[in-house]
């Protein structure tokens, strides 16, 4: 069984498009994160959701819109997608906020 | 702003010998540190999780310590086997403010058969 499973795993798509990346955990977690690898393999956060409510949201474009429908999904939408955008996003999962994270196998995402 | 440093960044080692792996953080205010493993396009697996009341946790031939005052964890791998190929990730979790990890960059680790 996946604890923390994300869609797709591979992304390429054109400038200018807008894409969503959904994310979904089974383990009873209350808080979801969105984290961004990018190509020097650095792991920085963009957002966090505790019972559906943001609690972080890091200093990202606002083209990038999360949504959190209940406590087990956090989807990621993603409006005029740019070059620099390309990277390797990670949904990962905790109970509270302090306790052991779990993370997705990652999507990668390349713009063209 | 809490910073994390893993050294080395890469290292190659014959089979059999032991890892020792290296995280420093600028910041001692942590509540917990977690070491990771992320192998080549996959997702992160969680190794260990110690919390800044403890000094080392075990799970079979890891061993993890952590000095909190001086800002350091150590991940020890014993008896390395070509599986344990694979960038490790040391990120603490402040005691303050919200509860973002900040990761390191890693120690890219080859086991050599």
């Known amino acids: 069984d996946t604890a923390v499973s994300q869609t797709p795993k591979y992304l390429v798509t054109q400038m200018g498009n807008d894409k969503s990346i959904k994310c979904e955990q089974n383990?009873?977690?209350?808080?979801m994160y969105w984290y961004k690898q990018d190509s020097k393999k650095f792991l920085k956060i963009m957002f966090s959701y505790n019972n559906k409510e943001l609690i972080i949201n890091e200093t990202v474009p606002n083209r990038f819109s999360p949504k959190s429908p209940d406590k087990a999904h956090l989807n990621l939408h993603i409006n005029s997608l740019e070059l620099g955008d390309s990277a390797v996003y990670f949904c990962?999962?905790?109970?509270?906020?302090?306790?052991?994270?779990?993370f997705g196998q990652g999507t990668r995402l390349t713009v063209v | 702003k809490q910073e994390v440093t893993q050294i080395p960044a890469a290292l190659s080692v014959p089979e059999g010998e032991n890892l020792v792996l290296n995280c420093s953080f600028t910041?001692?205010?942590?509540?917990?540190l977690q070491w990771f493993r992320q192998d080549p396009g996959k997702g992160l697996t969680s190794l260990l999780l110690?919390?800044?009341?403890?000094r080392e946790q075990t799970s079979g031939r890891l061993n993890a310590s952590l000095d909190k005052s001086s800002g350091r964890s150590t991940l020890y791998i014993a008896a390395s086997q070509p599986g344990d190929s694979a960038t490790y990730l040391c990120?603490?979790?402040?005691?303050?403010?919200?509860?973002?990890?900040?990761f390191g960059k890693g120690n890219q680790v080859v086991v050599i058969p």
């Open positions: 110690i919390q800044s009341s403890q």
């Open positions: 990962a999962s905790s109970r509270g906020g302090r306790t052991e994270a779990f």
């Open positions: 383990l009873g977690h209350d808080t």
């Open positions: 990120a603490v979790r402040p005691t303050y403010g919200n509860n973002r990890l900040a």
């Open positions: 910041d001692s205010a942590i509540y917990n």
